[in-house]
């Protein structure tokens, strides 16, 4: 078994996190964001990527999703979780916060969403996406570090990296999303055409900009709280380590029926 990490610079420089060696690897798709840090997690083999570089010098609509996504299937991972800032949509959704996503809503426009460019087409399900195995021991592991989340919420991905304007916020809480972020779609679509179990730790940065009597958001506040939060998301990802399974699961299943060959 080995765990995949998808996230932000930091996340590697903790107690809980015991780094081997910075591998440089290429794929099919070209280079992922960052040379891959592979080290332990609790005696579990750990694969992390940095999504936006080593400087957070690439912007969600410029990270190479299938490359990251296709590294980590190239390095045997068997799970992948995905670390990622977003804005509330909800007053009771508070920053700080962390959402177990169960659903999205994509509003992404440039980004390839799948690996099947040429002479296969594949018709992958959505409809449950993020795997229901690992989110549900986020779930129990987060009850046990009495972190204050919420079991389930819809993201809305926008296409950034400018954040939304009060208009479309108000229109996503039209639609009942409770938060918004930039990069978890192709990032849970890519990981279920590769067969692998994907969850999303969404971490609540800021109000979203439908309140009106609030400052707008800075990029520095943003950035603030993931600093924070760094340390409680890996002390999650350690207690849940030991928790994951090689199981079978529907993820890996999917995309054996829904690929159609066009040669």
């Not at 809980?16 to 690897?25: A, G, L, N, Q, S």
């Not at 960052?34 to 010098?57: A, M």
């Not at 021991?137 to 926008?158: A, D, M, S």
Request: proline letters at 3%.
């Amino acid at each position: 078994m080995k765990i995949g990490i998808i996230g932000g610079s930091g996340l590697e420089k903790s107690e809980f996190f015991t780094v081997i060696k910075e591998k440089k690897i290429n794929t099919p798709f070209g280079m992922p964001s960052s040379n891959l840090i592979i080290g332990k997690i609790q005696d579990i083999d750990t694969v992390l990527i940095r999504r936006h570089g080593n400087k957070h010098e690439i912007n969600p609509t410029n990270v190479n999703y299938q490359a990251n996504v296709q590294a980590l299937k190239q390095e045997n991972c068997t799970h992948i979780i995905g670390v990622g800032a977003c804005g509330s949509l909800q007053e009771k959704i508070k920053p700080g916060d962390f959402v177990i996503l169960d659903q999205f809503i994509d509003r992404t426009t440039k980004r390839k969403q799948t690996f099947y460019e040429n002479d296969k087409v594949a018709h992958i399900s959505m409809a449950e996406p993020f795997c229901p195995k690992i989110r549900n021991l986020l779930i129990q592991t987060c009850k046990e570090l009495k972190y204050r989340f919420w079991e389930k919420g819809t993201i809305v991905v926008i296409e950034g990296p400018r954040f939304s304007t009060r208009a479309e916020s108000n229109l996503f809480r039209m639609w009942k999303a409770d938060v918004l972020g930039m990069t978890t779609v192709p990032e849970v679509v890519l990981a279920r055409e590769a067969g692998i179990c994907y969850s999303n730790i969404a971490m609540v940065t800021d109000y979203d900009c439908f309140m009106e009597d609030r400052k707008e958001v800075t990029l520095e506040e943003v950035l603030a709280v993931m600093k924070e939060n760094s340390e409680k998301v890996l002390k999650l990802i350690a207690n849940i380590a030991t928790k994951l399974q090689d199981w079978e699961c529907k993820c890996q299943e999917d995309i054996k029926t829904a690929v159609i060959d066009i040669k």
